[in-house]
T-cell receptor, first 116, second 115 residues
């Protein structure tokens, strides 16, 4: 079974600073990778996804992530954060070749707090 | 702006009562997922439907939970009887046809408190 580790449960940063949220997944032959964002009292919203092709994936709100197969990582980055980026961020993985390829396995989440 | 609609948004009930949560998937979507989110366990998949048929409910406590799709526009999750440990946020998500695009669109959730 897949597993996802988000190494930091909380990341506080100042506005306009760069940020990296880390995500590692258990190894598999091939994977689909996702980052979702959850704003307070809301559902999860897809930020970006990696299905195949270029390992650098750009998403909404200026976020990007890089798929690193050798390190089984999919870290999320933004060069300059805003107060409005304060939210919880979830990394998720699915196994496209597995019998349950619809299943997303989520990490425990990283709370990003952007301070003025 | 199409979205997944969940009702109610908040529910407070007493232990032993029946709880029904409803979800209206995005029109045209043929997959529906139910998740439970708690501080301790994070997001857990409870059930998965495709074309209204339940394909996976292995994450759901069978003795008290049930999930159905009476029609393509309505999915329900019932808990009977409810217990305090069921307190959580329950999310419904739906997805478009095509298994290569595993994109799930989430509703805003139902926050359940069982006293």
């Amino acid at each position: 079974a897949q597993s996802v580790t988000q190494l930091d449960s909380q990341v506080p940063v100042f506005e306009e600073a760069p940020v990296e949220l880390r995500c590692n997944y258990s190894s598999s032959v091939s994977v689909y990778l996702f980052w979702y964002v959850q704003y307070p009292n809301q559902g999860l919203q897809l930020l970006l996804k990696y299905l195949s092709g270029s390992t650098l994936v750009k998403g909404i709100n200026g976020f990007e992530a890089e798929f690193n197969k050798s390190q089984t990582s999919f870290h999320l980055r933004k060069p300059s954060v805003h107060i409005s980026d304060t939210a919880e961020y979830f990394c998720a993985v699915s196994d496209p070749l597995g019998g349950s390829n619809y299943k997303l396995t989520f990490g425990k989440g990283t709370l990003l707090t952007v301070n003025p | 702006d199409a979205r997944v609609t969940q009702t109610p948004r908040h529910k407070v009930t007493e232990m032993g009562q029946e709880v029904t949560m409803r979800c209206q998937p995005i029109l045209g979507h043929n997959t529906v997922f139910w998740y439970r989110q708690t501080m301790m366990q994070g997001l857990e998949l409870l059930a998965y439907f495709r074309n209204r048929a339940p394909l996976d409910d292995s994450g759901m406590p069978k003795d008290r939970f049930s999930a159905e799709m009476p029609d393509a526009t309505l999915a329900t999750l019932k808990i009977q009887p409810s217990e305090p440990r069921d307190s959580a946020v329950y999310f419904c998500a739906s997805g478009p046809p095509g298994t290569t695009q595993i994109i799930q669109y989430f509703g805003a959730g139902t926050r359940l408190s069982v006293l």
